[in-house]
């Protein structure tokens, strides 16, 4: 297929409403960039027809830049550096093959995107159009005015490459509706989003990937955008699900003067493979999506920096027993929990150091203190000596300790140890 570009002229515009006109032209095209202080450029190719053609694409453009209030060239050809010259010197604004070289040829040398030195240099030698400049030998040239010439006469006429690099990368899938009358519900925009949300995740179904973070760009008729987007904790392409985590996110759109156009975009995607499920699976698999679907919208409400998950490691030490993995992360696999290993419902970190009485020096703990409040201990079980880990050089600031489970005469349960320096610390509660 052949390249086509776009190339928009607002003499005079201001940087941070260029760079807002730049998010307006992704509705005609994922790849575009600022061109320039004044100019933009998109990369067109196979989105014209969603528009009608190129003829009509560059009429909506021109239209909706007039109905904005402002002064704009615009202009379609094969190459980035001819649609340039176009949209600044040219008489016709979409050109194709060898009519674009008859344009360029009547233009003036300023339309090779010179230095203006050299332009200058041009034009007193009497080379005041493109063609008369293609009639000089290209070795005078070079050693006249260097390699900027004739890298700019190359680019011009598709005799080295002319790139284009996006503002922003390309999502990997997209789906856009335009509407023929503005839209100012959200009963409306639910509508289309739900259209929209069908056709991408078919294909995302037929490339077997789902999709972590999608976002919808909604146009309004005044060039301004409104976008919502949505994560999610592992890959999905389930309309249904995607479409309830949506719903929060409409509310928040401003429709004002109404949207036009609306584009979806998947940002992130990952592999996920179509799985067989047998008659005992299918249960326990609608309750693993219904616990996803619950994380997902947990994310969506506290961030997903604030939902976590918990992995069991294997180490005796309670600090080092369980880890917070982020629930965006692919989940990790937990060691088996031993069942003899009795730990507490709620740890305190770091431990709490309290006064214990004993009945001999190093022996079993009778009674103990919490904030001067003196609990007599009627039930005991332990000791359990942990010490850290060889691999962990010593890292407990501990050393070695004795656990102990016990019961005062409340019926509070507790967890405490004592440290190779016999200070006993309160660690945890049972319940």
């Known amino acids: 297929m052949a390249r086509c570009y776009l190339s928009i002229y607002c003499p005079g515009i201001e940087s941070n409403r260029l760079l807002r006109l730049v998010e307006w032209c992704e509705r005609y095209s994922p790849l575009v960039a600022p061109d320039g202080p004044d100019g933009i450029l998109a990369d067109i190719t196979g989105c014209a027809h ?7 694409l560059l009429l909506d453009v021109r239209r909706r830049l007039h109905r904005m ?24 604004f979409l050109v194709h093959g060898e009519a674009a070289v008859a344009e360029l040829d009547r233009m003036p040398v300023e339309a090779l995107r010179l230095p203006l030195e050299i332009a200058e240099e041009l034009r007193r030698l009497g080379l005041s159009t493109i063609a008369s400049v293609r009639k000089m030998a290209r070795s005078s040239l070079a050693a006249r005015f260097g390699s900027t010439l004739i890298w700019r006469l190359d680019r011009l006429f598709q005799q080295a490459e002319d790139p284009l690099t996006p503002w922003r990368p390309p999502a990997p899938y997209r789906a856009s509706r335009i509407s023929g009358e503005p839209v100012s519900s959200l009963r409306d925009v639910a509508y289309i989003l739900h259209e929209l949300l069908r056709e991408v995740c078919a294909r995302l179904e037929r490339n077997h990937v789902g999709s972590r973070h999608i976002e919808l760009a909604c146009y309004r008729l005044d060039g301004s955008v409104d976008r919502c987007s949505v994560r999610t904790s592992k890959p999905s392409r389930s309309v249904s699900h995607l479409m309830r985590l949506f719903q929060e996110r409409l509310e928040g759109l401003r429709s004002d003067f109404g949207f036009e156009t609306f584009v979806l975009s998947v940002l992130e995607t990952e592999a996920l493979a179509p799985e067989q499920l047998t008659f005992l699976q299918a249960e326990s698999a609608a309750e693993e999506e219904s616990f996803d679907a619950l994380v997902d ?69 009778v009674q103990f203190f919490i904030g001067g409040q003196r609990r007599r201990i009627v039930r005991l079980e332990g000791p359990e000596r942990l010490a850290a880990e060889w691999w ?28 190779s320096s016999e200070h006993w610390y309160l660690h945890g509660h049972f319940a």
């Open 392 to 419: 962990r050089g010593g890292e407990s600031r501990w050393g070695e300790r004795d656990y102990f489970r016990i019961e005062d005469e409340q019926g509070s349960r507790f967890w405490i140890f004592r440290d």
């Open 50 to 56: 969603l528009f009608g053609g190129e003829g009509p």
């Open 297 to 365: 919208r947990l994310g969506l409400k506290l961030g997903f920096d604030c939902v976590n998950r918990i992995r069991i490691r294997e180490s005796y030490l309670p600090e080092y027993a369980v880890e917070w993995r982020p629930a965006t992360e692919p989940e990790a696999e937990s060691a088996s929990w031993p069942a003899y290993r009795l730990r507490p419902i709620r740890l305190l970190d770091p431990p709490l150091r309290i006064p214990v009485s004993t009945r001999v020096p190093g022996g079993m703990p």
């Open 69 to 92: 209030g402002m002064e704009s060239y615009a202009a379609i050809a094969d190459a980035p550096s001819i649609a340039w010259a176009l949209a600044r010197f040219g008489k016709r």
